[in-house]
Nanobody, 120 residues
Framework: QVQLAESGGDLVQAGGSLRLSCAASGMIFRVNTMGWYRQALGKQRELVADITSGGSRNYADSAKGRFTISRDSAKNEVYLQMNSLQPEDTAVYYC??????????????WGQGTQVTVSS
């Protein structure tokens, strides 16, 4: 019904930057909140940032001042600009979207994840 495709993960040195992208596709009527989560090895998945359809942003404390979330609602895409990356940012980053389709109510969808590795 709905697919989320992430891109942009890579290996980067500490202090570097990356931009993650996620595109939602399928039988979409409306994309509501979109966000990025991450899961480091041996840890639980955690919210990094999310953005509502109205543009309100929410950041984890670890992301404030370094990461910026944005979206292009016309394209059903969400982005995460990550600056000043540190080794503790190493994780698999997952795109998440709350989507209303033509056949179902608001439902959470997840992407497959993209690996971000920050070397010291």
């Amino acid at each position: 019904q709905v697919q989320l495709a992430e891109s942009g993960g890579d290996l980067v040195q500490a202090g570097g930057s990356l931009r993650l992208s996620c595109a939602a596709s399928g039988m979409i009527f409306r994309v509501n909140t979109m966000g990025w989560y991450r899961q480091a090895l041996g840890k639980q998945r955690e919210l990094v940032a999310d953005i509502t359809s109205g543009g309100s942003r929410n950041y984890a404390d670890s992301a404030k001042g370094r990461f910026t979330i944005s979206r292009d609602s016309a394209k059903n895409e969400v982005y995460l600009q990550m600056n000043s990356l540190q080794p503790e940012d190493t994780a698999v980053y997952y795109c998440n979207a709350d989507v209303t389709t033509y056949f179902s109510r608001s439902t959470q969808y997840w992407g497959q994840g993209t690996q971000v590795t920050v070397s010291s």
